[in-house]
């Protein structure tokens, strides 16, 4: 674990990604975020947080989508160009690779287990949380 | 076997308001912010560094496990205080304490010598009670 000063260095960073993740990130344009050269910053980072920045901005990018497929009515090419991604194709490659299955399989397959529209259904969480404040059990 | 915890529970007042606390105030990150159907929210935070550990910000409200009765008097219980948060890490409780309290964070002790270490005990803005801890 990095010292503290080194921590808030590297959540300024993380925060900018968070921040930033739907525009074209540099490693050099996050790393400026923590005074901290490309290469040291991607080694601490992946040290203290157990990812790359790389990986973090494409798991972020993801849960985005994921959302965006889900409670809004954009289309696959709007939730790909809102989460950052110039490519159609790299995003849906990224997409299956992270998620199990295309982002029109993700929505259709949610969206028809939701009984109300633009919502995640309950089999989206822990079923134990599913019951205790829906009701609901998974099926 | 089991390996880990992977989600835990925080009753909280409101939502909205526990979301800036924990994200603004304590740095954590948003793990899960979706909208369910049964207009029921699923909020988790975690600390930047431990994501594998999601912190569910829930509103007690009536619904299958807890009737109207229940949840008033759920919620005012931590609204006196009666629910703990848990333990939160740092690697420097004093320099934390300081920070937090710049931030606005109501403490009810400051860092102090304890047997496994320095410790702090705050509220956060429901009135759950945590404890931030530097472990010797």
Known sequence: MASNNKYKRLNDSRDFIVDNYHAS??????????????????????????????EYLIRLR??????????EHFSVSEVCEKVGYASLGSFSSLFV?????????????????SAEAYCFPA????????????????? | MITSIAHTTIYVLNQDE?????????????GDDMKVEGGFRWLTVHPKS?????????EPKEGPMFS???AEKIRSLIEDGAFGAGVFETENCQETYEELVSKG???IQPPTEQLYGVEAMALDNSGNWFSLVQRL
């Open chain 2, 18 to 30: 526990s979301l800036d606390f924990y994200k603004h105030k304590l740095g954590f990150e948003v």
């Open chain 2, 68 to 70: 109207k009765d229940a």
């Open chain 1, 97 to 113: 690779k992270q998620v199990g299955v295309a982002p029109t399989s993700y929505r259709r397959k949610l969206w028809a287990l």
């Open chain 1, 62 to 71: 993801v849960e985005q989508a994921k959302r965006m497929l889900i409670t």
């Open chain 2, 105 to 107: 964070v109501e403490f």
């Open chain 1, 25 to 54: 990130l540099s490693l050099s344009d996050i790393a400026k975020h923590s005074c901290m050269s490309p290469y040291h910053f991607l080694r601490v980072f992946k040290d203290t947080y157990g990812e790359t920045p790389n």
């Open chain 1, 123 to 139: 089999q989206a969480i822990p079923a134990c949380y599913a019951y205790h404040f829906l009701g609901k059990f998974a099926k």
């Open chain 2, 50 to 58: 431990k994501p594998e550990l999601q912190l569910v910000l829930a």
